[in-house]
């Protein structure tokens, strides 16, 4: 079920942070992990069972980054709104940032959304977010070597009725530093099938990981999980128990802990 501002609580935070320690040389993120609407919106006019559904959210994706920010101590950063409200993971000048249609499901209570009220939910919901990762990424480089931002994301299992055959994927741009680990970390297990740049390309100007990680030259990585997998608090322990020793490792590497920039593929200038 889709929750309320009440049940979100009075005053309603648009971030949630999870402290950590600095040293352990990761900063988790998770852009899509809840499927609030704000105080003031309803439910934008959207049938509760469509906000169950991967247009409301990221399913699983916020029981994974606690499992691992609890078993890495590694701090994260977590935005608590629906991506049908506005998505965290696009620019602001990005069409897609505030969706009127999303995967068949018409969003009327986005349908009037005008410059003012666009503005409006950028400063009050979205910039907050990257204020967060901003905040915490100077506050980690002032105290031990750049972290690694990794990203926890969750993809449908079927998309327009073709199954998925991954369990999980890597989504990256053009610095390969915790790439490359993670696809071997992952492909080293023998029963998963794993993506590379699937079911999307990681290369999106101005997507999280291009503000916060290819802008800085931090070395990141975008872990995509099939939504099936992690439904469930089991579900989402397995992956953090299949997560955790390769981020461990990627955390201890010398080449991922030093400011590099990689030109982006989306920058076309």
């Known amino acids: 079920m889709i929750e309320t501002a009440a049940e979100a609580g009075?005053?309603?935070?648009?971030?949630?942070?999870?402290?950590?320690?600095?040293?352990?040389?990761?900063?988790?993120?998770?852009?899509?992990?809840?499927?609030?609407?704000p105080p003031g919106y309803g439910d934008l006019g959207v049938p509760a069972e469509q906000f169950q559904r991967h247009i409301g959210y990221d399913i699983g994706a916020r029981a994974v980054t606690l499992e691992l920010a609890r078993r890495l101590e590694a701090p994260a950063c977590l935005t608590t709104f629906s991506r049908l409200f506005i998505d965290p993971n696009r620019g602001e000048d990005d069409p897609t940032l505030i969706m009127r249609l999303s995967d068949g499901a018409v969003v009327?209570?986005?349908?009037?959304?005008?410059?003012?009220?666009?503005?409006?939910?950028?400063?009050?919901?979205?910039?907050?977010y990257h204020s967060l990762i901003d905040a915490t990424l100077e506050a980690m480089n002032a105290v031990t070597a750049p972290p690694v931002v990794v990203s926890i994301h969750s993809f449908t299992p079927v998309w327009r009725g073709v199954p998925r055959p991954w369990h999980a994927t890597v989504l990256w741009d053009c610095d390969p530093r915790a790439v490359k680990p993670m696809?071997?970390?992952?492909?080293?297990?023998?029963?998963?099938?794993?993506?590379?740049?699937?079911?999307?390309?990681?290369?999106?100007?101005?997507?999280?990981?291009?503000?916060?990680?290819?802008?800085?030259?931090l070395a990141h990585?975008?872990?995509?999980?099939r939504q099936d997998l992690i439904a469930d608090d089991s579900g989402a322990k397995e992956w953090a128990d299949r997560l955790e020793p390769t981020l461990r490792a990627i955390a201890q590497m010398p080449d991922c802990r030093k400011i590099q920039h990689f030109k982006s593929r989306s920058d076309t200038d």
């Open 10 to 37: 009075e005053a309603f935070q648009p971030t949630e942070y999870i402290p950590g320690d600095f040293s352990s040389g990761l900063l988790l993120l998770c852009d899509h992990a809840r499927n609030t609407v």
């Open 108 to 128: 009327p209570g986005n349908a009037g959304v005008d410059a003012a009220e666009r503005a409006y939910r950028i400063q009050a919901f979205h910039e907050p």
């Open 183 to 217: 696809l071997a970390g992952l492909r080293a297990q023998d029963d998963l099938v794993v993506g590379d740049n699937e079911p999307y390309d990681g290369a999106l100007k101005n997507d999280t990981m291009y503000r916060h990680a290819t802008r800085n030259g």
């Open 221 to 225: 990585v975008l872990l995509e999980l």
